[in-house]
């Protein structure tokens, strides 16, 4: 690949370009991660497009928000990236990829640009790349890029460290289901959007936005919230009722993060994050594909198997082995 060429088909907006450059910042080959590095340098960061980042129970109809979200917006003349994380399978590391086949409208919309990725052992819903993959969909051009994870649990809150908004879509349900959502994630998000509000579930959905609303004003204010924030909304992806409605409420937010220098300090904050996880994973690859360290990893691990040393003890007994305490 050449970077240059890349760069420049790649900020004129070529989508070939861009799947390309994708699937080398997702691979794991050291000299594709040279030139990966190399491309993102080459590209720059002068280009910011809205980041928002979506996570929801399985089932509750992410991608049919998606898909009326994000046809809204390029009927707006906006340009809309989605990036699908896909759970992936422990043992054969595969991923089903589907979200892609759910927004056929979305998918065949000329500004529009759906990536799906396996999440592989990743943590936190979102896949290691997914964070240089926005970068290459701002340098492309792109508007507003959606970040949708995986699933809810308390590590999905990690797509909050690579987003400007983070939303978290749930279904009509009664007040118990507030027990099921954790409290580390409530904190995180902007907005709660109770979705299917439509048909026979509308006035349930209406109680259990109240229900969420309630529940969001026991939290304390964070310093990043305007007046209001974060906040519970009722939506429709089927009819696509309140949609437009729950964009005017992320732009007044955007806006005034914006305005009050909160923004830029939180995405300086999010690079800190993701360098300090880049220093941790690449500390962990190197380690491991030293000859010597894999043999006394392979011994720890039996003896922890075996019941003969506690994992603590033998975690110190490798990490004292690597970095001895200086006389």
């Known amino acids: 690949m050449n970077i240059a060429e890349t760069a420049q088909k790649l900020r004129a907006g070529d989508r070939r370009a861009l799947a390309r450059a994708i699937t080398l910042v997702e691979s794991t080959r050291p000299q594709d991660r040279a030139k990966a590095a190399d491309l993102l340098a080459t590209l720059g960061t002068d280009r910011q497009a809205l980041r928002i980042g979506l996570s929801g129970t399985p089932g509750v109809g992410k991608s049919t928000f998606i898909e009326a979200f994000g046809t809204m917006l390029t009927g707006q003349g906006k340009r809309v990236a989605v990036l ?74 990690a797509v909050a460290e690579m987003s400007d908004l983070f939303l978290l879509l749930l279904a009509p349900a009664g007040g118990d289901e507030l027990q099921g959502v954790k409290r580390g994630i409530m904190e995180t998000c902007d ?52 949609i437009e409605k729950a964009w005017g409420e992320m732009q007044a937010l955007a806006t005034w993060r914006q305005e009050q220098g909160i923004w830029d300090a939180r995405r300086a904050e999010q690079a800190r994050f993701w360098f300090h996880e880049e220093v941790r994973a690449g500390l962990l690859a190197h380690l491991t594909a030293d000859a010597q360290v894999k043999a006394r990893l392979a011994t720890l691990e039996d003896a922890v198997a075996a019941g003969q040393t506690p994992p603590a003890a033998a975690a110190q007994a490798l990490i004292s082995a690597l970095f001895p305490a200086k006389a």
Do not use: W
């Open 84 to 157: 699908a994380v896909d759970p992936s399978s422990t043992r054969s590391g595969g991923s089903i990829l589907g979200d892609k086949t759910r927004m056929d409208d979305l998918a065949r919309d000329p500004h529009a640009f759906i990536r799906p990725s396996p999440s592989q052992t990743q943590l936190g819903g979102v896949a290691r790349r997914t964070r240089e993959a926005i970068a290459l969909c701002e340098a492309a051009g792109f508007d507003v890029v959606i970040i949708e994870t995986v699933g809810v649990g308390q590590s999905e809150t």
């Open 191 to 242: 907005m709660i959007l109770v979705n299917k509000a439509d048909g026979d579930l509308k006035a349930q959905a209406m109680r259990t936005r109240a229900d969420y609303a309630g529940a969001l004003r026991l939290l304390r204010k964070r310093a990043r919230d305007s007046e209001g924030f974060p906040k519970a909304l009722a939506v429709s992806a089927l009819e696509r009722g309140g």
